[in-house]
């Protein structure tokens, strides 16, 4: 397994924009489905967005496309979030999760390392 530690999270004004880190111990980035989940108060967690490098894919939920974006430092073994134009219901603690099995899934079973999470709270 490969050990995640989220960073980046905090509070923000609605429109505004916050980038989030996760960095990552152990086999390289480039093996896996690195994906990024929420959970808000009070509901289950959910996708936000995945990307895998050896097949050139990246997934993103609805409801952040266009104003988020995955990307990665494969020789910092880091994996960003970039969230611009925050809505108060981005408001969510914030989870890196890792597929040592490469699939690009929405379904968070499938992620076998996960980080401790970081919380993002947007004011409105």
Do not use: H
């Not at 609605?14 to 980038?19: F, Q």
């Not at 960095?23 to 967690?45: C, D, H, N, V």
């Amino acid at each position: 397994q490969v050990q995640l530690v989220e960073s980046g999270g905090g509070l923000v004004q609605a429109g505004g924009s916050l980038r989030l880190s996760c960095a990552a111990s152990g086999r390289t980035l480039i093996y896996y489905t690195m994906a990024w989940f929420r959970q808000a108060p009070g509901k289950e967690r959910e996708f936000v967005t995945a990307i895998n490098w050896r097949a050139n894919s990246i997934d993103y939920a609805e409801a952040v496309k266009g104003r988020f974006t995955i990307s990665g430092d494969n020789a910092a073994n880091t994996v960003y979030l970039q969230m611009n134009s925050l809505k108060p219901e981005d408001t969510a603690v914030y989870y890196c999760a890792a597929d040592r099995a490469g699939r690009l899934s929405r379904n968070e079973w499938y992620y076998d390392s996960w980080g401790q999470g970081t919380r993002v709270t947007v004011s409105s």
